[in-house]
């Protein structure tokens, strides 16, 4: 196997959506490709990074205030809805 | 309505039993699918807009059309698979707007081979995280991620950080299995290939760059 050929399974073998025959041969590959071994590990933290740090959290008084704003327009429009 | 707020408090109401309700008109009902999901359309809105007003309007136009449009829904897919996708494609307009030197899709700069080589092979510190602080770490995420074509970016946020499967994000972008497995890998390299500058290990490592 080539690394190419490895790069082209990543995303696979790191969802553990490849099956046994591959992930042996993805396993070998790995372990005497150190270059291969970095990207694979750094590209599962960089996955980890973005999942465990989440950015752009929604602010409760944020929230709230949207909330607010979404069902009063909900309002408005049932109400417009029944008196045609 | 008493039993949906009842059961709510006890966490079990089921999506499907909230919408019904929503369509017969219990606007408390809606109000709880949109204290569910509020959050979560918030980040999908931030990671393709990259700007906070946008994300607010299209928190609250994804909802309202969901709510004018509850009628339409026929309940074949998630209440929340549906919502999303409307959240997508307000939050993609908005972008158009913002860009209109260029066209915004989601197919924009898929067949680029930019990142799809791995350049950078310095391993990372141990604890990446550990090297900045909270809000510059934040910093480094968005300027980071603000850098991926659209296409890749809305793969990205939907499979890996809102952890939907390969399938629903197909379904949500209205995009092929293969073709979203395909934009999720090139998002991943890009993003590792770009973090790499900020989280390799500085001892042993190759400075040449």
């Keep these: 196997m080539k690394c190419n050929d490895f790069l082209k399974e990543l ?45 752009y959290e929604l602010p409760d008084a944020l929230r709230t205030r949207l909330h607010d704003a979404i069902m009063s327009k909900c309002r408005d429009n049932k109400s417009s809805k029944k008196t045609p | 309505m008493e039993t949906i707020q009842k059961k709510n408090e006890e966490g ?27 959050r979560n359309v918030f980040r999908i809105a931030q990671h393709i807009t990259h700007n906070d007003e946008d994300a607010q309007d299209v928190v609250q136009d994804a909802f309202l059309k969901a709510y004018t449009n509850l009628e339409q829904f026929q309940g074949n897919s998630k209440f929340y698979t549906w919502l999303v996708r409307i959240a997508v494609n307000e939050a993609l307009m908005r972008l158009r707007k913002r860009r209109t030197d260029r066209t915004v899709s989601l197919d924009e700069d898929v067949e680029t081979e930019e990142g799809s080589m791995p350049r950078e092979v310095a391993d990372w510190s141990p604890n990446p995280e550990q090297m900045y602080g909270t809000s510059e770490l934040g910093d480094i995420l968005k300027k980071t991620i603000q850098g991926l074509p659209p296409g890749f970016r809305t793969v990205f946020v939907l499979r890996d950080v809102e952890q939907l499967s390969t399938e629903e994000t197909a379904e949500m972008l209205g995009l092929s299995v293969p073709a979203v497995k395909s934009r999720l890998l090139r998002a991943r390299l890009q993003l590792r290939e770009r973090l790499s500058r900020y989280f390799k290990s500085n001892r042993g490592g190759d400075e040449s760059q």
């Design chain 2, 12 to 38: 079990v109401t089921s999506e499907m039993a909230l919408v019904l309700a929503a369509k017969k008109g219990d606007l408390d009902a809606f109000s709880q699918l949109v204290k569910r999901y509020d």
């Design chain 1, 11 to 55: 995303t696979d073998y790191l969802d553990g959506a490849v099956n046994e025959g591959l992930k042996a041969e993805l396993d070998e590959h790995l372990h005497w490709c150190r270059e291969c071994h970095v990207v694979m590990n750094t590209t599962k933290k960089t996955i980890e990074i973005y999942r465990d740090n989440k950015i």
